[in-house]
């Protein structure tokens, strides 16, 4: 009978063990578990009021660095290399002397051609006073009795062979025709040049055209006088204002024109055939912009951000252009509309917003 009790009592205490194991769930966490409980957190952001203005609009292309003067020098004569007055890199003047042939047999034809000359000249005016000339005078003599005389005293002749002795010697002095910088000289002193081996190239560094292209779709913002900004790829932090004073009228296979500019090499950094990056800017009046980082990307469309009354509004923008800082909005918004530019990556239709000043 004990044994019995005994059993019935340690029954009813695994029962009411097995009761308190299981604890009500309280109306708080079921609220939580479904949901209904939990609000969206507040995100601040940062707004501008926007309103029409002027857009400057920038097309930008690479371009290329052409001298505005550039020449292969050529001695006309073969001959062995006796000096070389320059070196790559150097400056030179136009007139200078860059560098001279061998030329001792050119220097005694040259003077040979010389004494002739003027034993000719003397004979001539020998004939002059014996006809009754002054040889000082030469209004005193007709034009046809001085053409004569000029002949039979062999005074034509030797100015011919003079001039001809004075090109051959010329023609072992190489001067520089304009005034640049000395490129792709590989001779050296005492080396044999022909007539059809370049000597060096000339550069005038003092100017550049600019050869850059741009799609068709873009010609009608560019116009000749037009501006241009020019950043050489060894240079970013050097901006170059630059004016358009070319455009060939042809599009290419791939739809580009090529259009040139002009600038001025003032820092004396620039060499022929360098890369830039190249600016062209045009300008929209009465336009509305906003910055870049108002605009993100959903769904494969350009997407803007309003505030109004404490909630983002969603608004699809249509970009007509841009500039390295904003996008010129042809369609979606309107004047005095508050666009969010921050923190607008997560937002949705109808997001609480708060609205911060700095």
């Not at 501008?48 to 001695?75: C, P, Q, R, W, Y």
């Not at 044999?192 to 741009?214: A, G, P, W, Y």
């Not at 090529?258 to 890369?275: A, C, E, K, P, R």
Request: hydrophobic fraction near 40%.
């Amino acid at each position: 009978m004990r044994i019995q009790l005994f059993k019935i009592l340690i029954l009813f205490f695994l029962l009411l063990i097995a009761c308190n194991s299981n604890p009500e769930i309280s109306e708080s966490e079921l609220s939580t578990s479904n949901g209904n409980a939990i609000s969206d957190d507040i995100i601040s952001v940062k707004t501008i009021i926007i309103s029409t203005g002027v857009f400057h609009k920038e097309i930008k292309s690479n371009g290329k660095l052409h001298a505005l003067e550039k020449a292969d020098l050529f001695f006309k004569t073969t001959e062995r290399i006796n000096r070389i007055n320059v070196k790559n890199g150097t400056q030179v003047q136009k007139g200078q002397i860059i560098a001279t042939l061998s030329n001792e047999h050119q220097t005694i034809v040259l003077r040979k051609a010389k004494d002739l000359f003027q034993k000719a000249l003397l004979n001539r005016d020998k004939e002059l006073i014996e006809y009754g000339y002054n040889p000082n005078d030469s209004t005193s003599i007709s034009a046809e009795s001085l053409r004569i005389i000029n002949i039979r005293s062999g005074f034509n002749e030797a100015q011919t062979n003079l001039l001809e002795a004075e090109v051959s010697y010329n023609h072992t002095i190489l001067k520089a025709p304009f005034s640049g910088i000395i490129a792709n000289l590989e001779f050296k002193e005492q080396n044999t040049i022909t007539s059809t081996n370049k000597f060096c190239t000339l550069i005038n560094d003092s100017k550049f055209e600019v050869e850059f292209q741009v799609l068709e779709t873009e010609f009608q913002n560019i116009k000749l006088g037009g501006s241009v900004k020019i950043v050489p790829f060894a240079s970013n932090n050097q901006e170059l204002s630059s004016t358009i004073t070319e455009i060939n009228p042809i599009v290419d296979e791939n739809g580009l024109i090529i259009v040139t500019s002009l600038i001025s090499n003032n820092y004396q950094g620039f060499f022929d055939g360098m890369n830039t990056n190249v600016i062209i800017e045009s300008d929209f009046i009465n336009t509305l912009s906003v910055p870049k980082s108002a605009v993100i990307i959903r769904s494969d469309q350009n997407v803007v951000f309003t505030y109004q009354n404490g909630l983002a509004k969603w608004k699809y923008v249509t970009i007509s252009a841009e500039n390295s800082t904003s996008y010129l909005i042809s369609e979606g918004l309107q004047t005095n509309d508050t666009v969010i530019t921050t923190n607008n990556f997560n937002l949705t239709h109808d997001s609480q917003v708060k609205r911060i000043t700095n």
